[in-house]
């Protein structure tokens, strides 16, 4: 039996990883407080080594194995930014990381997992493919299978953000919180609503395919089609023996909004012209909503801002202006590349 995720976990996680991470700025957004009527705080978590929140529960898990467990080595899936993190955790713990990907991963997320130092295995076109490969390595290679959302330890790690951002606003009264795997946000909102039950999380996602919506309207978990969006990092599933985040996220979410692909743009342009800071699509997604007016009541609301790992040609295309439809170019390079006969 699992035993649940409780705040004095958060609390030991926190303790653990604390050499291990930087405290990341809680920084006003005088555009956005305008914007919408309220005090807006960006929680710059993109700012944090590897370029994500990531490391927070890649440390935890890291940190929590015995040392048997460290010499047999690490193996997870990935959609780029747990790949870097894990791999960061491994090699400041001098523990072997196999990260696998599945095809749709961004070159520049592949390359940063590279010079982390761990090995890659691309595989597939969706995560649960790249998952087949985990498994090998742990039945066949003995290694320690690290998920990157459902695992206490890693949802411990996550959930001492949520403590920091109420340590540094004690009377936040909106968290809006990215959603993919549900990791960050079964920490995030297990720990602020231990402290502050009142506080509510919103879960955002975008339109292109959040599999942990569809499972909860479905009651179960269901796979979603992974479309190429701009925010890659909350493409995947939830796995279908999910333990965790799909019970935590049902029971600690207050509302749940989905943003599509011209509102991410906006929020990634919004976010490096009027706050100064470059962030990825995935991190974009609550700044887009808050935009989109499609957050009712806001109050003081705290946005998190959880990776910066976008690449540059792509960043410079949305600043731009230009309308980048992902999916779209994607089905012209395959027509492309097949009328040239190769
Ligand atoms: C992984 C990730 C998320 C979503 O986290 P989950 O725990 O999978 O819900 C959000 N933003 C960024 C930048 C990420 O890398």
């Not at 196999?98 to 940063?112: A, F, R």
């Not at 978990?221 to 701009?230: A, Y």
């Amino acid at each position: 039996m699992k035993e649940p995720i409780t705040l004095g976990d958060i609390l030991a996680a926190r303790k653990r990883i604390a050499g291990h991470i930087i405290d990341t700025p809680l920084r006003p957004s005088q555009s956005l407080t305008d914007h919408v009527g309220s005090p807006v705080w960006l929680k710059c978590e993109h700012q944090q080594y590897t370029g994500s929140f990531k490391l927070r529960g890649a440390a935890n898990a890291v940190l929590s194995l015995t040392d048997e467990d460290k010499a047999k080595g690490v193996v997870g899936v990935s959609t780029g930014n747990y790949g870097r993190a894990l791999a960061n955790a491994a090699r400041n713990a001098n523990v072997r990381a196999v990260i696998c990907m599945s095809e749709l991963v961004p070159q520049n997320k592949v390359e940063g997992i590279r010079t982390q130092g761990a090995e890659i295995v691309i595989s597939g076109q969706s995560q649960d493919e790249a998952q087949k490969e985990v498994d090998r390595l742990v039945s066949e290679e003995g290694m320690i299978m690290l998920p990157p959302f459902d695992h206490a330890d890693v949802i411990a790690g996550q959930g001492t953000l949520g403590v920091d951002i109420l340590e540094q606003l004690p009377n936040a009264e909106t968290l809006l919180v990215p959603l993919s795997g549900g990791g960050l946000l079964a920490g995030v909102a297990l720990a602020a609503k231990a402290i502050n039950p009142a506080i509510r999380v919103v879960g955002i996602s975008m339109e292109r395919g959040c599999a942990m919506i569809e499972s909860l309207q479905a009651g179960k978990p269901t796979s979603v089609r992974e479309w190429p969006s701009l925010a890659d990092s909350l493409g995947g599933g939830i796995g279908e023996n999910n333990l965790y985040t799909f019970d935590m996220c049902g029971d600690l979410t207050d509302d749940f909004v989905l943003v599509n692909e011209a509102q991410i743009a906006d929020g990634i342009r919004a976010a490096y012209i009027d706050d100064q800071q470059v962030i990825e699509g995935a991190a974009a997604v609550g700044i887009a909503a808050l935009r989109a007016g499609l957050i009712d009541n806001p109050g003081r609301t705290v946005v998190l801002s959880t990776g910066c790992n976008i690449d540059m040609e792509l960043h410079r295309r949305i600043i731009g202006g230009e309308d980048v439809d992902l999916a779209q170019e994607a089905e012209q390079s395959k027509t492309a590349s097949s009328s040239e006969g190769h």
